[in-house]
């Protein structure tokens, strides 16, 4: 990532004040970003790649690795210029001036992150946890949900330091994944020339795009730690660092995992399995308990909830404190300065999405909703270049956010129809919500 010298005046990050407290160091907010990049669809995502790209499923993984990194460019830039809670909202906020347009950014996120972690809970309740234990997902769902709020509301310190456990776990699965396929090929079998291989007739370029938009799910997560700004130490020397390696540690494990996979199996194999895998573990012969991958893939579930409530909630905490959702949700626990007001309010939310949700649009809604905010953000960064700040900060290269800008829009094409409508009706329920906190502040003065 290419970067310009600030010319803004040189003071600790620092002394910008928050309420939140600064307990987020470098190592702690890099596990972080890995551990909600990697998340649990990895573990099903070779299958689905292996229809467009053959054995060449390194290649849509690095690019859209690429992609996610212009994006992350802004970010970069904008959390270590304003390193506050609230994240993209609060951006929008800054750069557009017009309260309507930053609630609606900012609901977008929040509306991303409450799907994401009720579409989390389901599959934490579904055929993984049924390996183990025969309860009503619904009840498993509510249940777990609670469990991570719990969690969150303990403090922030806390909840990272799960995540360094449940994210070395989360590597140490597709480190399986790798080390087992080496000793396959140590032994003769596989096949490497697959990894060269696309699907009969396919134009490259073409194909590995259409993977591409399949692998940038894999690397959304990342956006979340704009919301830990307030809680983290020395953010501007950090958070750049911390943000650029996680992501590249992420498709560095996935394109290696990519190649492991093609090795192993013919693309027809991979894309036929739902746990494909477990499905390549199983074909190296070096005998992984099957439970052993259901176990991990509980984790890497659990994981990704902990880390997207952890983000609502600062969201919900940094637009209340800015005067774009009711001052109620900015409340923090006295002792453990924590937001709980906004903690309670997105789980109840998350729980209420997991009884009426479609996992599958829902998920869906999820990219879409976030591309939304990619494009505020990235155009928020050319904005604000006019507004100087006093401390050191990251500057990202110019074109970067440009080009951010036009990869989602070319992401956001993709979608269907279907999805396009069920992201208005959540956009249109957030907007009147807005007018309605609008007119209840014009009634008490």
Not at 62 to 88: D, I, R, W
Not at 185 to 208: F, K, M, N, S, W
Not at 241 to 249: K, Q, S, V, W
Not at 328 to 353: E, G
């Amino acid at each position: 990532m290419t970067t310009e010298p600030t010319t803004t005046p040189a003071t600790a990050a620092d002394d910008v004040e928050g309420r939140l407290s600064r307990r987020v160091t470098g190592p702690l907010l890099f596990l972080f970003i890995l551990g909600d990049v990697l998340g649990a669809g990895i573990y099903a995502l070779m299958g689905v790649l292996a229809e467009d790209v053959g054995g060449m499923l390194w290649a849509p993984l690095l690019v859209a690795l690429v992609l996610a990194l212009l994006t992350a460019g802004s970010y970069a830039e904008l959390v270590t210029k304003y390193p506050k809670a609230g994240g993209a909202a609060v951006f929008a906020q800054r750069a557009f001036r017009q309260p309507l347009v930053s609630f609606l950014v900012g609901f977008c996120m929040l509306a991303a992150g409450v799907t994401s972690a009720a579409g989390l809970s389901l599959a934490f309740a579904g055929d993984y946890l049924a390996t183990f234990v025969d309860v009503p997902v619904t009840a498993a769902a509510l249940l777990f949900l609670a469990l991570v709020a719990a969690l969150n509301a303990r403090g922030i310190s806390e909840s990272l330091k799960t995540n360094v456990v449940m994210t070395v776990i989360e590597l140490t699965g597709l480190l399986i994944v790798i080390v087992a396929v080496a000793v396959m090929v140590g032994g003769g079998r596989g096949d490497l020339g697959r990894v060269g291989q696309l699907p009969e007739g396919a134009t490259p370029a073409l194909a590995i795009l259409a993977g591409a938009i399949i692998a940038y799910y894999s690397f959304v997560g990342f956006e979340t730690s704009a919301n830990l700004a307030e809680e983290i130490r020395h953010p501007s020397k950090v958070y750049p660092t911390a943000l650029f390696g996680a992501l590249i540690a992420a498709g560095v494990m996935y394109a290696l995992v990519g190649v492991a996979s093609a090795i192993a199996l013919p693309p027809a194999q991979l894309s036929e399995s739902s746990g494909p895998l477990l499905a390549v573990v199983d074909a190296s012969g070096v005998g992984v308990p099957g439970w052993l991958f259901s176990a991990i893939a509980l984790v890497a579930v659990a994981n990704g909830a902990l880390l997207t409530m952890i983000m609502a909630s600062r969201l919900a905490y940094g637009m209340a404190d800015n005067g774009l959702l009711p001052h109620v949700l900015s409340k923090v626990l006295p002792n453990r300065r924590t937001p709980w007001a906004a903690i309670l309010a997105t789980t109840a939310v998350a729980m209420l999405l997991t009884l009426v949700g479609d996992l599958s649009t829902l998920a869906e809604t999820v990219v879409l909703l976030l591309l939304v905010v990619f494009v505020s953000t990235n155009v928020a960064v050319l904005v604000l270049r006019r507004d100087p700040v006093a401390h050191e900060h990251f500057r990202v290269w110019t074109p970067v956010p440009v080009l951010g800008v036009a990869s989602c829009v070319l992401l956001m094409t993709q979608q269907t129809a279907k999805v396009w409508l069920f992201g208005a009706i959540l956009v249109g329920v957030g907007a009147l919500l807005y007018g309605a906190a609008r007119l209840a502040a014009r009634a008490k003065r």
